[in-house]
């Protein structure tokens, strides 16, 4: 995650699992779950609209351009991420030592589909090399009328994103490890992992729009699903907690 609270937690996230390790050494059975951009549900697209991800998307449409970004992002939808944290708790990788489960994204989209599919479903919004995109970004928000999605952000995207954005490639086999064992139990295997597609993005595209988050698109594009809250997760999201967290 790159919001601007979680670029402050390295550090708390590195002693947690060195308080675990500690933990493991005398004896402690389990795991240590290291997820990549944990994003919306998959079924209703329900997700942190202060995440950097969706800022980018909202950003993005308001300025009407995104960058030529060609790095793929790890993304994956929060309810496997639970079902992966579950399965590593109940059935851990390794019997006599606590393993480092990696959640990584199958398939991973690319920053130039993940933003660019906004033109797919109707955005007026058009491709710009980074240096060029900066430059527009920037002029928007200093000349703008309004704020911009970016603006909290503003220090991060204009200063080197194609290289912070860089997801490695992750070994996740602990974690296929888990789920399949998971899965004599459950009956479901989901061992092959999730990821986000354009097919995925259209629910979370439906879910901003829905809740407000995002403006609905200018043009006709392809059609987005139709996304069914109750109205208990509607009011929630839209009484502002959704900014601050999920309305799973």
């Known amino acids: 995650r790159h919001d601007v609270e979680s670029r402050g937690l390295g550090d708390v996230y590195k002693r947690q699992e060195y308080i675990i390790r500690r933990a493991g050494e ?66 851990p990788p390794k019997s006599d030592e606590l393993a480092v489960v990696q959640v990584t994204g199958h398939p991973r989209i690319t920053f130039i589909q993940f933003v660019g599919a906004l033109k797919k479903f109707g955005y007026e919004i058009e491709l710009e090399d980074y240096v060029s995109w900066k430059s527009s970004l920037e002029k928007f928000v200093v000349e703008g009328t309004k704020e911009s999605a970016l603006y909290p952000l503003l220090h991060f995207v204009l200063d080197d994103l194609p290289q912070d954005t860089k997801a490695p490639e992750l070994d996740d086999r602990n974690a296929v490890v888990s789920l399949k064992k998971d899965a004599e139990w459950t009956g479901v295997d989901a061992s092959t992992g999730r990821g986000i597609d354009e097919a995925q993005l259209s629910v979370y595209v439906a879910y901003l729009i829905k809740v407000g988050f995002l403006p609905r698109p200018a043009n006709i594009g392809e059609p987005l699903p139709e996304i069914t809250l109750s109205q208990e997760q509607f009011e929630l999201v839209t009484s502002g907690a959704g900014s601050r967290g999920s309305s799973n």
Not at 26 to 39: D, E, Q, S
Not at 43 to 70: H, Q, V
């Open 26 to 91: 005398r004896g402690l059975k389990g795991a240590i779950i290291r997820p990549g951009y944990v994003t919306g549900e998959t079924n209703t697209g329900s997700s942190n609209t202060d995440d950097f991800l969706l800022r980018m998307l909202k950003g993005c449409a308001e300025l009407g351009k995104y960058p030529n970004i060609n790095n793929t992002i790890n993304m994956v939808p929060v309810d496997h991420v639970a079902r992966v944290v579950v399965a590593s708790a109940l059935h």
